[in-house]
């Protein structure tokens, strides 16, 4: 058995041996885990990949006179300043306030690549601090401290998305489509860092690791630390990182976030830890969930493991889906190379953890007051069939007092009639059957859905009422904005 200190000497000889992942699975295949153990010093993994759950710490210098800044921008990208008078954090996802595609990512990597940008800050002004606003310029070298700290990286494994609803939904798995379009992923597999020490032995509090291009540390599990869905809390100095390693991002519709660079150095300290980062994606295992269930627990579509998503297809239901990474694995390889150099050259030295990370998961849900359900204030529906009348379906709103008839054929929702659409086409004398006028596409709700989901699709599609429907597509009942506005004022 080696010693992290005997390997770290080796490197100061300059006879160590260094691997990366993606080398050490073949080493292992061919020579076994003992004699790879006793062959190998170091095993180089990464990862990089849309980590939205990152941010830097700033600390600016006094002006004068000085200030105690309430509210930060830079350029307009709002940062958090509940701490100390000229100190800010500024989170990737926070999103300017003129563009929206543009957020505390494109600041951070604007920074690390050498260009200025613009602070803005307000305070109501104090006695030791008396400076009520500001504007200048600052660049990263004008900064006293720029610390990334990000509480949530490097992800050993990842659920795979896909989409079972009839509509296109942008989320942070990417573009999903309808019906089973697609199926995306994120993660690297056989070559992510914690798959590699799925035990924590090595990769624990103090751990030195490559981050962006600079040397940067484990602080700890990250938020939602869940094995085998571990994460790490880590920092590194954001004036030492490279513009290479890292890159702002925008996911159509849904936000902003930061690819980051991550590179850990796993110490072979014996045939355990040989066996362990010889693992293959084949043994790497995660779920396809749901994300057309709009709900905290999303179902699962099926197993899979990495190799099948790096595949580029699964199956669901018998059909051929075409799947996507959301994670670059040329990064990833480019990453494990450069650390592989630089601990070669002697330019980067394992350390050991001062304490060992949680094998525990303890990821619990938000505690909520209440959450109420569509079924407790939807309305009995009032339908009518695609051969109904447009005069019909006019008197029908009158002697009911609705305002959307659904329209439904042996049972089934086959489309959607407003009062809109009626007075359209009496307008227009049209004066034959729904058919012609009906919305053929309808947006719907189910009847487990919680009232903020049926609100949040009235107000994405600009209407104002959806048909509840079982999963039949059996009209049960309707749910109007009127419904939920009552629901608010109780």
């Given amino acids: 058995m080696k010693t992290v200190e005997e390997i770290n000497e080796r490197i100061r000889e300059g006879n160590v041996c260094v691997v990366t992942a993606s080398e050490m699975k073949e080493l292992v295949a061919e020579l076994g885990a003992e004699k790879a153990a006793k062959e190998v010093d170091v095993v180089t993994t990464g990862t990089f990949g849309a980590m939205c759950s990152s941010g830097v710490f700033m600390n600016f210098g006094h002006s004068d006179p000085p200030i105690k800044m309430q509210k930060i921008w830079l350029n307009d990208v709002e940062a958090y300043t509940g701490i100390a008078a000229v100190d800010a954090y500024l989170g990737v996802t926070q999103v300017s306030e003129k563009h929206e595609e543009y957020g505390g990512a494109h600041v951070i990597e604007e920074l690390v690549r050498g260009r200025e940008v613009v602070l803005r800050a307000i305070s109501k002004g104090t006695d030791c601090y008396p400076r009520k606003e500001i504007i200048t310029e600052i660049a990263l070298e004008d900064l006293n401290q720029a610390e990334m700290l990000n509480p949530r990286n490097a992800y050993q494994r990842y659920k795979a998305a896909t989409n079972s609803s009839q509509q296109l939904l942008r989320t942070y798995m990417g573009t999903l489509l309808p019906n089973f379009g697609n199926v995306t992923f994120a993660g690297c597999g056989e070559i992510s860092p914690l798959n590699n020490d799925p035990e ?99 179902p699962v579509v099926k197993k899979v493991n990495y190799a099948e998503l790096k595949s580029g297809k699964v199956e669901i239901n018998g059909e051929e889906v075409r799947v996507s990474p959301l994670s670059s694995f040329y990064m990833a390889e480019k990453i494990m190379e450069e650390l592989k150099r630089q601990i070669e050259r002697a330019e980067f030295f394992l350390s050991p953890p001062a304490e060992r990370i949680s094998r525990e998961c303890n990821f619990k849900p938000m505690r909520q007051r209440e959450v109420k359900f569509v079924r407790s204030v939807m309305t009995p529906a009032i339908t009518i069939e695609p051969e109904t009348s447009v005069d019909e379906a006019s008197r029908i709103m009158i002697q009911k007092g609705v305002n959307h008839l659904p329209v439904v054929k042996d049972g089934r929702l086959v489309g959607i009639v407003t009062s809109w659409d009626i007075a359209k086409a009496v307008a227009t004398k049209k004066t034959g059957n729904v058919a012609e006028i009906m919305t053929r596409k309808v947006i719907t709700a189910l009847p487990d859905e919680p009232v903020e989901i049926a609100a949040r699709k009235m107000e994405k599609h600009n209407i104002s009422a959806l048909p509840v429907v079982d999963a039949k597509q059996r009209v049960i009942g309707m749910v109007t904005s009127e419904d939920l506005s009552k629901l608010l004022v109780r």
Avoid at 227 to 246: C, D, H, I
């Fill in 200 to 298: 924590y032995r090595t990769i624990g509090v103090g751990t030195r690791i490559f981050l962006c291009g600079a040397k940067g540390y484990v602080i700890g599990e990250g938020t939602q630390h869940c094995p085998p869905f571990g994460t790490l809390m880590v920092k590194g100095n954001l004036k030492e990182m490279k513009p290479e390693f890292m890159r702002a991002a925008v996911f159509p519709g849904y936000g902003v976030t930061m690819y980051v660079g991550i590179g850990i150095p796993i110490p072979i300290l014996d045939a355990d830890m040989a066996r362990a980062t010889a693992i293959r994606d084949e043994e790497i295992w995660t779920e396809i969930i749901d994300f057309g269930v709009p709900r905290r627990q999303r």
